[in-house]
Structures are given as C-alpha cells and as structure tokens.
C-alpha cells in the first residue's frame, strides 16, 4: 500500500460532459503527476503539480487540467470529454517531482460512451 | 522525437529466468526504470538505473544498460507465478526533471 488514494475507482461519463479525478498524496510528498494510460499501452505524461503551480505538461490539450491544494492533494479535470479520454488515469506523488521515490495510485477507471 | 518499445509478451516457466528487453532512442536519458504493473493495482517502481552505470543488481533483479545501443533490460532470477506482471520500461530525458518516457509494457506469462 503506497499511500496514494485515488477517487473514484471506476466512471462512465457521456461524450461532452465534464469529470473531476481525485489524488491524495502520500504524506510529506508535495508534487503530483498526472498521467493517462490507455488499454494496453504504457502511461502518457499529462502535467505535474508542485507547491501548488503546475509545473511542466505533456501533449495534452487545455481541456485537460488541474489543482493542487495546500495540502497537496490534486485534481485532474477534463471537459468536453471525447471517447478516447477512456483510460486509467494515474497520479504519482513524490518530493520534489524525484521519480526514484514517487509512488501511485491504483488509477482510475474512465468509460466515457 | 523519444521513444521506447518493449516486446508485448513474454512466456516462461516458473523457476527459469526472466529477461525483458527494451529499446530506447534518446541518448540524453538521465534515468532508466522498471515499472511493474499487477491486474487493479498502480505501478510499482522495481528498479532504476542511473545512465552512467552498466549494470544494477537488487535481490533477484538484474538491469543491465548497454548506452551505445541504447539496449535496457530487465533480469528476473528464479522466476515466480507472482511475478506474473505487465512490466514498464520508462526514461527520464535529461532536460526533464519530472516527464517519464514510457513503453508500452511487456506482459510477463509464467507457465507451471
């Protein structure tokens, strides 16, 4: 158990509507990244949260966005939603954005029909 | 542009040894990791390399890193049913201090 909660654990969303990710991350880390993971294919790097700023995104349009909140937990939105947002969206937190020490989340689940 | 392949599956039998392959194409990669990722679960960070090493020994785990073919591999010792896996090859690009670089996974079948 790594100490990254992610909520909720499954959602189906219709094509247009909007949907908010959770993230809490581990205590004593202070940046959250994002990532999509579509089926059968290795994780796509959205953007990362550090002390409350995003700092660095991947190739994703600006429908896709985020907070992070004083106690560094973070929020992925996404508007508009298309039927290729279905994927398993994963946050990692760590210190500092240093991957040897991040740790993630079980992922949620995203069906948008 | 970055990229990283990975062969889709990989079958052994239980006991032998594991070797996952990985092939990478940006020389200016300061970090190299192994990903595994189990059904329901997130990923779990195994191991990483740092780009000037060769090689990398962890318990059962093996990483040896060939920088002139840009060539990653992954080692499992005395293979288990639990490690049946997808596992993750990922690089961190130098002028990056936080985006991963990822494969697309090599499924791990373990057979009796």
């Known amino acids: 158990e790594t100490g990254v909660t992610q909520s909720p654990t499954h959602l ?13 991350s581990q205590s004593g880390h202070n940046t959250v990244s994002w ?13 990362q949260y ?21 106690n560094y937990s973070s929020e992925l939105n996404v508007n508009a939603l298309e039927l290729d947002d279905s994927a398993l969206y994963l946050c990692a937190s760590s210190f500092a954005g240093v991957m040897t ?7 949620t689940r995203l069906t948008v029909v | 542009g970055e990229d990283v392949e990975q062969s889709l599956f990989l079958s052994v039998r239980e ?33 990483y390399i740092f780009s000037n090493m060769d090689m990398k020994q962890d ?4 990483v040896l890193l060939n920088k002139k073919d840009k060539h990653l591999s992954l080692r499992i010792a005395d293979t288990q049913t639990g490690d049946s896996a997808i596992y993750f090859c990922a690089e961190r690009l130098m002028d990056s201090n936080y985006q991963l670089i990822w494969g697309a996974g090599t499924k791990l079948i373990i057979k009796p």
């Open chain 1, 50 to 70: 550090y002390r409350e700023e995003e700092n660095g995104r991947g190739n994703f349009p600006p429908r896709f966005s985020g907070l992070q909140f004083p």
């Open chain 1, 12 to 24: 189906i969303k219709t094509r247009g509507q909007q949907v908010t990710l959770r993230c809490s």
């Open chain 1, 35 to 47: 990532y999509q993971q579509a089926l059968g294919q290795g994780p796509q790097f959205i953007f």
């Open chain 2, 59 to 62: 318990q059962r785990l093996t």
């Open chain 2, 15 to 47: 006991g032998d040894s594991s070797v996952i392959n990985c092939t990478y194409t940006d020389s200016s990669s300061t970090y190299l990791y192994w990903y595994k990722q189990e059904p329901g679960a997130g990923l779990q960070l195994l191991t």
């Open chain 1, 101 to 107: 020490e991040a740790f993630f989340g079980q992922g």
